[in-house]
């Protein structure tokens, strides 16, 4: 752990000459991270290959799932030992380690990049967070998946009514499907980088970057795009204007993450040598938010309280005992 931490190179963006090297570094970081995952992605895919054409293929004489389609084996059909689970881990195991690969070349974070965002965040009183927590859910998910497929290659489950055996084959053929995809909707919508504001409250981390040399200076060779949690639906007309306004007088970036996307996020882009006041400006347009929309609320409580005076009084409330959204501990620094 000591030898790793003394590989990871101090970013230093004070100036033209700093920031150009500090780029290149990163630059250099992200290839071999790349090129590392590669050679993961085409072992995996080598040692299934193999799998599948020296070990199961000679014994298949039929549907490796055919059990659980059908309930039985055909007849006179060689069955391979463990034929489900075997089979079954590989192919679950590939892919999600595939696309885990995919979304970490993706996301482009590299170590020295880690450590300077640490830095930047801690030394403004806040905590810069990996959350990758798809791993532990496959796993789990996972594990249940092989222990079941075990007991069928044992013939440690069976049954003999037949509309049992069909309600249990449809029910777990359904949860072999979710074991795999739940997981993989998991990296793409819950493994990120992102700076904890509060409790449930983050700030999202994403890069941007060239990785082709320039000979000149471009001081946005790295860009840091901060995108918050979300804020209101798209089709809430009230909040959608509060948030055009606090855009606009904070001058946000209007577009959202994705066009797609039901719910309206701020975003702001910042580059490493003005990160701290780039993410002050969003910290303090989550604060409007908060007081803004909050406020908003207060009069649609009233308007129905008094309104109707038998409807529920807190129908519409604040979060019941929590202070204002942001702590500004830098602002005295």
């Excluded at 975003?267 to 400006?281: A, D, R």
Aim: charged share 20%; aromatic share 16%; proline share 3%.
């Amino acid at each position: 752990m000591r030898n790793s931490l003394k590989r990871i190179t101090e970013l230093n963006f004070e100036n033209k000459q700093d920031m150009f090297d500090s780029a290149k570094i990163i630059r250099s970081e992200y290839l071999k991270k790349a090129l590392k995952s590669i050679a993961c992605i085409i072992a995996i895919l080598t040692l299934a290959l193999i799998y599948l054409t020296f070990v199961y293929l000679p014994y298949l004489n039929s549907n490796s799932f055919n059990y659980l389609i059908s309930g039985k084996y055909p007849l006179g059909s060689n069955i391979f030992p463990l034929d489900l689970t075997l089979n079954w881990s590989l192919l679950s195991t590939s892919i999600f380690l595939i696309i885990y690969l995919l979304r970490a070349i993706y996301l482009k974070f590299t170590p020295s990049l880690i450590r300077y965002i640490e830095r930047e965040t801690k030394h403004i009183g806040f905590e810069f967070k990996k959350k990758f927590e798809s791993m532990l859910l496959f796993i789990i998910l996972n594990v249940v998946s092989i222990v079941i497929l075990f007991f069928l290659d044992i013939k440690a489950i069976q049954f003999t009514d037949i509309y049992l055996s069909l309600l249990f084959r449809t029910t777990f053929v359904t949860y072999l499907f979710m074991s795999i995809t739940i997981p993989i909707i998991w990296i793409f919508r819950n493994d990120k980088f992102v700076i904890k504001v509060k409790e449930n409250v983050f700030i999202e981390c994403t890069l941007r970057y060239s990785l082709s040399k320039k000979d000149d200076y471009d001081p946005n060779l790295v860009g840091i795009i901060l995108t918050s949690n979300r804020l209101c639906s798209r089709f809430d007309k009230s909040g959608k204007n509060i948030y055009s306004k606090i855009s606009e007088n904070r001058w946000l970036k209007k577009n959202d993450t994705s066009t797609i996307s039901p719910y309206l996020h701020f975003q702001e882009f910042s580059v490493p040598y003005n990160f701290q006041k780039q993410f002050l400006n969003i910290t303090l347009a989550l604060n409007d938010w908060e007081n803004n929309y909050d406020s908003n609320l207060d009069l649609m409580n009233y308007y129905f309280s008094t309104s109707y005076p038998y409807s529920n009084r807190n129908l519409i409330s604040k979060y019941p005992g929590e202070d204002q959204l942001i702590y500004l501990k830098f602002l005295n620094r």
